[in-house]
């Protein structure tokens, strides 16, 4: 069973690699303190979940909400125009322009907010949508640089 939907599971393996190129610039390499290394690497490898997360989670789908709502509006008012334009079955055509236009804005705005749930925050690992997990990174990478600060004063 998998654990992900869609690219979540590369927020999982940018929290691996993090943790991985701290402890090789720490201890593999000897460059710097185990806590500075963990936190460059949580920093650096958060802030690149987050901002996949967003863009897959939440600029793109807007973007394509907004094409299809375009796209839809226009075609309904194209029924309009040719008169063949109904809300539903069992309902009577509206029975002026100005009905019209507001069964037809009625009908998109339905039609985005069903389209918006089916299409954010589709990329999650756990059902923890992808950018929150590279937040959640990004924070630990703050916890570890300021356990280093506090090491580095204190000792």
Known sequence: MFFWTGWGGVSFGMLF????????????????????G?????????AFSTY?????NVYK??????QREAQFRADLNADVEAGRFQF???VPPPAT????QIQVERWVEHDRQQTT?????????????MQ??????????????????YLALTT
């Open 132 to 149: 929150y997990i590279g937040m959640f990174q990004v924070v630990l990478g703050l916890a570890f640089f300021v356990a280093w600060a």
């Open 38 to 46: 963990m936190a460059l690497g949580c920093l650096a490898c958060g």
């Open 61 to 66: 789908p807007a973007e394509q909400i907004a």
């Open 97 to 100: 322009p100005e009905e019209a």
């Open 17 to 36: 690699v993090g943790f991985m190129v701290g402890a090789l610039l720490s201890v593999g390499m000897g460059l710097m303190p185990i806590a500075l």
């Open 88 to 90: 539903a079955p069992n």
């Open 117 to 129: 749930l089916k299409l954010r925050n589709r990329h999650t690992g756990y059902g923890i949508p």
């Open 52 to 56: 996949l997360g967003l863009h897959l």
